[in-house]
């Protein structure tokens, strides 16, 4: 057994390289965002909020930790982030899958401080308490629409009895349309990624018939993307 398997491994994986490829947004569209949120922060007297991704695997709907943080999770489950209404975000990320995803995290997120260990959970209770939030006013983001954990709401409430938490879920959509309205860089996303489904789909559409698997109707479709140019840049032309 390798000495770096499974869980006492805390390096890169040779020959990777991080971020991916995928595009990420700018830091000026991150200050966009962040300053954004604050403001309904501060319409709402929040000093905090704690943010989770909807339970399963890989980028879902109501992803509200991506959209702070830049950091998609390869598994959801055990992920948090607080967002204070000063100083720099922090988050709690599960090891389940091992504590080699960490250097993706630090590497892809905007995120620098980051706790990462069998009991996020805790970690997240010790975050609050370090950013000395334990007396405030914390808003938990999509609880009522059962994207946050109950189980974490309660360890939360039984840890910080001081903090008064109520649902935040309508702070995150407020600032996300303040956002919308303005930014250079959300239509350039929006349009790329409607392009490369134009193409998906007309691939699809000229390859399916009888006998054809959904393996090479997917591999149609991606071999299409890549000879028409679809992948996305990796930073938008806001020109």
Known sequence: MSEDYPFNYHGKPHKLIYPETWPMPSEKERDKRWGALRKSMRDRNLDFLVVSPPAGYMPTLSNQLYYISNYVPYANNGN??????????????????????????????????????????KDLVSIIKQMNL??????????????????????LRQSLTDVHFEDATPVFGEAQNAVTRSSEEEPV????????????????????KPGVTERELWAEAEHTIIKNGGVPPTEPDTD
Do not use: C
């Not at 334990?134 to 954990?149: A, D, L, M, Q, W």
């Not at 996303?189 to 399916?208: P, V, W």
């Open 189 to 208: 996303y929006l349009r790329k990624a409607s392009e490369i489904l134009d193409l998906a789909y007309g691939a699809i559409a000229d390859t399916l």
């Open 134 to 155: 334990e007396k405030g006013r914390g808003g938990i983001v999509g609880y009522r629409n059962g994207v946050f954990p109950a189980v974490a709401y309660d360890a």
């Open 80 to 121: 948090y982030l607080v967002f204070p209404l000063e100083g720099k975000p922090q988050m709690a990320v599960t090891t389940e899958l091992g504590p080699q995803f960490y250097h993706i995290v630090l590497e892809t997120s905007w995120i620098s401080d980051v706790a990462m260990s069998s009991n996020p959970v």
